[in-house]
């Protein structure tokens, strides 16, 4: 937040770093005991990959405003964006690079735990967690339908496919390095 002084039309928010820092001290109190529950140790991948869908669905479908009634349902209908990108190209440039980064940043992680979980089962593993990082960004943006300050597009479905894919190549990356490595010590 102080950094935010050398910017101009930025202002430093307190509620910004008291909440920051809540979040800070409950990862550091609530982690440990939470990670230690049987459930937990024995499920880790499926663990964070429930936390994983949770905190993507927060971000795609707060502040959570739903419709009121099935009359408004045809107006949100109208403005679904079914070209890809489309949002893209009339946004701030500085904008849209954010809204990318984190749908992205969300995706990512949920693509390398499905590949992790998936792996051993199947050798086409990028492709099925692209599959679904698609269905999951279909089902979000179907759910965005209901809600009147969210504008459901079809690219970040796709976004949240390619995000899912590039999460998997990195699972399959880092399995080989971690290979080659066990083959270079062992």
Same mark, same amino acid.
């Given at each position: 937040?102080?950094?935010?002084?050398?910017?101009?039309?930025?202002?430093?928010?307190?509620?910004?770093?008291?909440?920051?820092?809540?979040?800070?001290?409950?990862?550091?109190?609530?982690?440990?005991?939470?990670?230690?529950?049987?459930?937990?140790?024995?499920r880790p991948t499926e663990s964070l990959m429930l936390l994983s869908l949770i905190l993507l669905a927060y971000a795609e479908l707060s502040p959570f405003n739903w419709i009121h009634s099935v009359d408004e349902l045809h107006t949100r209908l109208t403005r679904i964006e079914w070209l890809p990108l489309a949002s893209y190209y009339s946004a701030d440039p500085q904008s849209?690079?954010?809204?990318?980064?984190?749908?992205?940043?969300?995706?990512?992680?949920?693509?390398? &735990?499905?590949?992790?979980?998936? +792996?051993?089962?199947?050798?086409?593993?990028?492709?099925? /967690? =692209?599959? @679904? !990082?698609?269905?999951?960004?279909?089902?979000?943006?179907?759910?965005?339908?209901? &809600?009147?300050?969210?504008?459901? +597009?079809?690219?970040?479905?796709?976004?949240?496919?390619? /995000? =899912?894919? @590039? !999460?998997?190549?990195?699972?399959?990356?880092?399995?080989?390095?971690?290979?080659?490595?066990?083959?270079?010590?062992?």
């Open positions: 937040e102080a950094g935010k002084l050398f910017f101009v039309g930025r202002v430093p928010n307190v509620e910004n770093v008291i909440l920051s820092s809540i979040g800070a001290l409950a990862g550091i109190y609530l982690v440990p005991p939470v990670s230690s529950l049987p459930l937990i140790k024995r849209a690079a954010f809204d990318l980064g984190k749908k992205l940043f969300l995706m990512t992680p949920l693509g390398f &735990l499905v590949a992790a979980k998936f +792996s051993p089962h199947t050798s086409r593993c990028r492709w099925f /967690a =692209a599959v @679904i !990082g698609l269905v999951i960004g279909i089902v979000l943006e179907a759910c965005q339908i209901a &809600l009147r300050t969210r504008v459901p +597009s079809v690219t970040d479905a796709l976004i949240f496919g390619i /995000a =899912a894919w @590039i !999460g998997a190549a990195l699972y399959e990356r880092y399995q080989a390095i971690t290979g080659s490595q066990r083959a270079v010590g062992g």
